[in-house]
């Protein structure tokens, strides 16, 4: 069975900092690796999709990395700001007909004025 | 309009009672879920459609149903309703091709006293 796993659980860094949220699966035969963030209490807004057979993908101040191999993602936040508090979510998407979404449980990021 | 909309956005019910979360998409996608999320439980599959005549169950499907009426709607039934039901109901929709991402509806947050 897939299990995700992201650490840190809860981040707080100050406005302006660069940091990375990390990703790991248990099994490596994934379709694709997609990244959400969650606002207190609302949807999950779908952020950035790596397939399988890429390494990264990035959206302005965002950059997923993907190695399939090692099982690990990293999403990386440049010049963060307060707009950027949430929840990260990270979630592996199975291969088979299936392609079930396994999400880990999430790293809340407070970025502080 | 959003992609995925579901309805009510968030319902209070009373044990017992049979309630129904509906979801609807205009993203032309084939397949539909019902996920619901809970504090340290993360998302969890209920349902899933890959058209109108599959249905499948997820990971937690008892105590509830659900109907596709249409390639565009999915409806999430719990038929007598218990407290250990009040969470977070998300729906979720998903292509069939190589460019495989998910796109969630906002949510249907679902208290039952």
């Known amino acids: 069975k897939q299990e995700v796993t992201q650490i840190p659980a809860a981040l707080s860094v100050p406005e302006g900092e660069n940091l990375v949220l990390n990703c790991s699966f248990t099994?490596?035969?994934?379709?694709?690796l997609q990244w959400f963030r969650q606002d207190p209490g609302k949807g999950l807004t779908s952020l950035l999709l790596i397939q399988s057979s890429q390494r990264e993908q990035t959206s302005g101040r965002l950059n997923a990395s993907l190695d399939k191999s090692s099982g690990r993602s990293t999403l990386y936040i440049a010049a963060s700001q307060p707009g950027d508090s949430a929840t990260y979510l990270c979630a592996v998407i199975a291969g088979g007909s299936a392609r079930q979404l396994t999400f880990g449980s999430g790293t809340q990021l407070t970025v502080l004025p | 309009d959003a992609d995925v909309t579901q309805t009510p956005r968030n319902r209070i019910t009373k044990t017992g009672k049979r309630i129904m979360l509906e979801c609807s998409q205009t993203?032309?996608?084939?397949?539909m879920y019902w996920y619901r999320q809970d504090p340290g439980l993360g998302l969890r599959l209920i349902y899933y459609?890959?058209?109108?005549?599959?249905?499948n169950k997820g990971e937690i499907s008892d105590g509830y149903s659900v109907s596709r009426q249409a390639q565009a709607k999915f409806s999430l039934s719990l038929e007598s309703a218990i407290p250990n039901q009040t969470a977070l109901y998300f729906c979720?929709?998903?292509?069939?091709?190589?460019?495989?991402?998910?796109?969630f509806g906002s949510g249907t947050r679902l208290t039952v006293v």
């Open positions: 459609s890959f058209d109108v005549k599959d249905i």
């Open positions: 979720a929709t998903s292509d069939s091709g190589i460019f495989y991402g998910y796109t």
């Open positions: 099994d490596s035969a994934i379709y694709n």
């Open positions: 993203k032309g996608h084939d397949r």
